[in-house]
């Protein structure tokens, strides 16, 4: 998930790597996979591209310029942090929306 291309650098936690092969099994079961390899990578995307545009805040962090985010892509729900200053973003978490095929395998 890491990726420097475009505005920000994306990256993740590393049981986000968990996360992501988790909802990919439970994508393939519920018959949905491009559809959540498609928000997956729409979701890298807008974060690389403009995360504050795409992503809703929901505080700041204690760092200058840090602000934590949650953001809906399809089926998923990626809470990130975005620094300003760095222009970085810091996927913390995905899981599926409540309510979806994901959820719900």
Do not use: W
């Not at 591209?49 to 200058?64: C, H, I, M, R, W």
């Amino acid at each position: 998930m890491t990726s420097s291309s475009g505005g920000y650098q994306v990256d993740r936690l590393p049981r986000v790597l968990s996360q992501i092969r988790e909802l990919a099994k439970r994508a393939a079961k519920a018959g949905v996979q491009q559809l959540y390899l498609d928000s997956l990578m729409e979701s890298v995307r807008k974060l690389r591209e403009g995360p504050l545009s795409f992503a809703d805040p929901v505080y700041n962090t204690q760092k200058e310029g840090g602000v934590t985010c949650h953001a809906i892509e399809g089926p998923l729900v990626v809470h990130c942090v975005v620094y300003q200053i760095e222009k970085v973003v810091l996927v913390l978490d995905i899981k599926p929306l409540p309510g979806s095929k994901l959820e719900q395998s």
